[in-house]
């Protein structure tokens, strides 16, 4: 499997993202391509995960198209040929798509079904997550009693996303567009997470991000409910008050909380078996819920 770390296509490029890079093609299309770069905690790492790049782009794309009742999103469905070469078609073929230009929204819409990760974090300390306030004695990766829409704000490569509240969301981008990226995303994820667990898989938490198009429109953008954006549990695994068998790069990111690492660049060399793992990961996921 061809590994895939940066790209180098003859058009210019717009952003070298974490994961993604994103190239201009005209005034209305942008071409992405996921490369098998591996971010956690913000901080991006010089040991590709192969292969992770053809994963991510198969199960968005599976995702994009399976909500479309529900939202519009980025997809063009335009071939690769219209705007590449065949030689730059072999760098990026299963990872490349073209998309809408749109307008991004200035927050990521994070929605959690259960409590785990820096919400859990968050309630040991405080009782809340994200300061909403939750019942007592909630266990570790228990299923909230409803599910929260816990917004935040985007951070460049290399920063920190920050948490916000629904007020700073309004703020930010005005009431009715606040409480619609609210309840399109509520809608997501229990759409994603009904059908996933048909599938004995859990959806803990995920994120989406928004941006408008030309018509003022929301639309779903950059990438949905995949390992990186999301946390796969195994339902027949699943067992409250422990940290459950998960399908993401959890693996990498429960290494990286055995180190003596501050999370800051420069990142720490990843052993080839964590890299191993997490790519099967990544690959069996999709076999469960792509087919």
Same mark, same amino acid.
């Given at each position: 499997?061809?590994?895939?770390?940066?790209?180098?296509?003859?058009?210019?490029?717009?952003?070298?993202? $974490?994961?993604?890079?994103?190239?201009?093609?005209?005034?209305?299309?942008?071409?992405?391509?996921?490369?098998?770069?591996?971010? *956690?905690?913000?901080?991006?790492?010089?040991?590709?995960?192969?292969?992770?790049?053809?994963?991510?782009?198969?199960?968005?794309?599976?995702?994009?198209? @399976?909500?479309?009742?529900?939202?519009?999103?980025?997809?063009?469905?335009?071939?690769?040929?219209?705007?590449?070469?065949?030689?730059?078609?072999?760098?990026?073929?299963?990872?490349?798509?073209?998309?809408? @230009?749109?307008?991004?929204?200035?927050?990521? *819409?994070?929605?959690?079904?259960?409590?785990?990760?820096?919400?859990?974090?968050?309630?040991?300390?405080?009782?809340?997550?994200?300061?909403?306030?939750?019942? &007592?004695?909630?266990?570790?990766?228990?299923?909230?009693?409803?599910?929260?829409?816990?917004?935040?704000?985007?951070?460049?490569?290399?920063?920190?996303?920050?948490?916000?509240?629904?007020?700073?969301?309004?703020?930010?981008?005005?009431?009715?567009?606040?409480?619609?990226? @609210?309840?399109?995303?509520?809608?997501?994820?229990?759409?994603?997470?009904?059908?996933?667990?048909?599938?004995?898989? =859990?959806? *803990?938490?995920? $994120?989406?991000?928004?941006?408008?198009? $030309?018509?003022?429109?929301?639309?779903?953008?950059?990438?949905?409910?995949?390992?990186?954006?999301?946390?796969?549990?195994? &339902?027949?695994?699943?067992? =409250?008050?422990?940290?459950? $068998?998960?399908?993401?790069?959890? =693996?990498?990111?429960?290494?990286?909380?055995?180190?003596?690492?501050?999370?800051?660049?420069?990142?720490?060399?990843?052993?080839?078996?964590?890299?191993?793992?997490?790519?099967?990961?990544?690959?069996?996921?999709?076999?469960?819920?792509?087919?």
């Amino acid at each position: 499997m061809q590994t895939l770390f940066k790209t180098s296509l003859n058009l210019p490029l717009i952003q070298k993202g $974490k994961v993604r890079d994103i190239y201009d093609i005209d005034k209305n299309r942008m071409l992405i391509v996921a490369t098998d770069r591996l971010s *956690a905690f913000d901080v991006v790492f010089n040991e590709p995960i192969s292969g992770k790049g053809l994963v991510l782009t198969e199960i968005a794309n599976f995702w994009f198209k @399976k909500t479309s009742h529900i939202i519009s999103n980025q997809l063009t469905n335009e071939s690769l040929d219209s705007v590449l070469t065949l030689e730059e078609i072999k760098q990026v073929n299963g990872r490349a798509i073209i998309v809408k @230009k749109l307008k991004p929204l200035p927050i990521e *819409a994070i929605v959690r079904g259960y409590i785990i990760g820096s919400g859990w974090r968050d309630y040991q300390q405080t009782g809340t997550v994200c300061g909403i306030k939750l019942p &007592k004695n909630l266990q570790l990766a228990e299923k909230l009693p409803e599910t929260l829409y816990t917004p935040s704000s985007k951070a460049n490569v290399g920063k920190h996303d920050q948490n916000i509240n629904f007020e700073t969301t309004v703020r930010l981008i005005g009431q009715n567009m606040a409480q619609q990226v @609210k309840d399109v995303s509520l809608a997501l994820y229990q759409f994603a997470a009904d059908y996933a667990l048909e599938r004995s898989i =859990i959806i *803990a938490d995920t $994120k989406f991000e928004f941006g408008l198009d $030309k018509e003022g429109e929301l639309t779903l953008m950059d990438e949905i409910l995949t390992p990186d954006s999301s946390r796969f549990w195994s &339902k027949d695994d699943y067992k =409250i008050g422990i940290s459950p $068998k998960s399908f993401d790069k959890q =693996i990498v990111r429960d290494y990286l909380e055995t180190l003596d690492w501050d999370k800051t660049p420069p990142a720490p060399i990843l052993p080839d078996s964590i890299v191993q793992r997490a790519i099967k990961q990544y690959q069996q996921i999709q076999q469960i819920l792509c087919g």
